[in-house]
């Protein structure tokens, strides 16, 4: 009875675990922001991604309108460059996109990655000295897919698409877990790299001591035999 009880207690566990990882890949598996930008400024931005995990970003952009005082619903003929780098720095995206765009990459490299954008502000006239507004949605993961249009092209049924759902998902999870032993991993090397260089430090600073003070005991021996003392 109480071996069932003990099994009925750790499944409880096991849902909760599951059910607190997949909230939070869902809180960070999508991001929507918007900010402003001058005319040669440049936006970063930082993201955690697994390794080979897909990222789709969707940008919009609008411009101040002096007259009305108001951003404009669209902004025909300005465009955006859109670089991204990898954790090592290597650039694995880097193009001019419209107003309106979006992007795609996949990560090798588990770690930050740098998201850019500025505007070709000096080819348009009509930005000299203004403000622009850029709406940006970042999607991670399991996140980039389409469902409905999976569910279309592969005639699935809901219950076959929640299942395809739910094995993304896990499969995210898989990877997110990969990462944060990756991220340990990297800290405890750090960490023994650290206590390492502080021993050698305390040893070389013992050693510089136990030096100093043989130096200072032949000095004062050989002053005090040059004054006949001793």
Sequence with gaps: MAG?????????LWT???????????GRGA??????????????FIEEIPDETMVIGNYRTQL??????SFLPS???LGMHVEVKDP????????????EGRFTFTSHT??????????????????????????LDIQVGEHTNNYPEIAAKDKLTELQLRARQLLDQVEQIQKEQNYQRYREERFR????????????????????????GIWQMRHLKSFFEAKKLV
């Excluded at 909760?16 to 869902?26: E, F, H, K, N, S």
């Excluded at 505007?119 to 348009?124: H, Q």
């Design 110 to 135: 588990p770690g930050e990655h740098q998201i850019c954008l500025h505007s070709n502000s000096t080819r348009m006239a009509l930005f000299a000295g203004g403000k622009l507004r850029v709406h």
């Design 16 to 26: 909760v675990v599951a059910l607190v990882l997949l909230v939070q890949l869902a």
């Design 31 to 44: 991001r929507a922001l918007y900010f402003h930008i001058g005319e040669t400024e440049k936006r970063c």
């Design 88 to 99: 090592d720095g290597k650039i694995i995206l880097s193009r001019q996109y419209g107003s």
């Design 4 to 12: 069932c009880r003990e099994h009925r207690v750790y499944g409880m």
């Design 64 to 69: 101040w309108d002096k007259q009305s005082e």
């Design 75 to 77: 902004t025909p003929g």
């Design 189 to 212: 090397m750090t960490s023994e790299s650290t206590n390492q260089r502080v021993l050698w430090w305390s040893i070389a600073q013992t050693i510089i001591l136990i030096l100093t």
